[in-house]
T-cell receptor, first 114, second 114 residues
Framework: ETGVTQTPRHLVMGMTNKKSLKCEQH?????MYWYKQSAKKPLELMFV???????ENNSVPSRFSPECPNSSHLFLHLHTLQPEDSALYLC?????????????FGEGSRLTVL | AQSVTQLDSQVPVFEEAPVELRCNYS??????LFWYVQYPNQGLQLLLK??????LVKGINGFEAEFNKSQTSFHLRKPSVHISDTAEYFC????????????FGSGTRLLVRP
């Protein structure tokens, strides 16, 4: 399998549930990203991991908890979410954490919070 | 800090007509510029990028963009569009000093009509 794979593609959860989004990249990249895409809003950078260390946490509420156990895997743990957290969550990877590196995106996980 | 403005939220055009999608950026430092495309129910895919050199950049699917430093613009063009070009297009910028932080515009929906 190649590219960036996200699971699940669709997730419906209640406000008291705990769930996780998973991202896996098979490109040998060393930087991984979580973006949030809401309707009619620009893509919001949530977290960046470079060489398994978090280098960016863009004022994201603590109900979102990222985990990067190795350079190929990235998780987003979700708990006590709010309806306004419903969005498409996109994972991306890059061959370098530096500029000029193209981001490769997964197809996203569509999250609905009831 | 960098920012990106895509003035047109939606651009309707007839098939085989030319199209231009506008992108303006602001930055006090040198930048790298990107255009990404998102087809329905998919992640983002790189169309083209400007890092340095020639200001006219050619990408996939017949698209091209021109970097204009004095106008701080990076408009995307295609001389003749197809129905299959219907998608959301995102302009993005990152600092040219190895920054990992890619900032996206709000997107322009290109709607190609027969």
């Amino acid at each position: 399998e190649t590219g960036v794979t996200q699971t699940p593609r669709h997730l419906v959860m209640g406000m008291t549930n705990k769930k996780s989004l998973k991202c896996e990249q098979h490109l040998g990249h060393n930087a991984m990203y979580w973006y949030k895409q809401s309707a009619k809003k620009p893509l919001e950078l949530m977290f960046v991991y470079s060489l398994e260390e978090r280098v960016e946490n863009n004022s994201v509420p603590s109900r979102f908890s990222p985990e990067c156990p190795n350079s190929s895997h990235l998780f987003l743990h979700l708990h006590t979410l709010q309806p306004e957290d419903s969005a498409l969550y996109l994972c991306a990877s890059a061959g370098t954490s530096g500029g000029g590196g193209e981001l490769f995106f997964g197809e996203g996980s569509r999250l609905t919070v009831l | 800090a960098q920012s990106v403005t895509q003035l047109d939220s939606q651009v309707p055009v007839f098939e085989e007509a030319p199209v231009e999608l506008r992108c303006n950026y602001s930055s006090s430092v040198s930048v790298y510029l990107f255009w990404y495309v998102q087809y329905p129910n998919q992640g983002l895919q790189l169309l083209l990028k400007y890092l340095s050199g020639s200001t006219l950049v050619k990408g996939i699917n017949g698209f091209e963009a021109e970097f204009n430093k004095s106008q701080t613009s990076f408009h995307l063009r295609k001389p003749s569009v197809h129905i299959s070009d219907t998608a959301e297009y995102f302009c993005a910028v990152t600092r040219g000093d190895s920054s990992y932080k890619l900032i996206f515009g709000s997107g322009t929906r290109l709607l190609v009509r027969p």
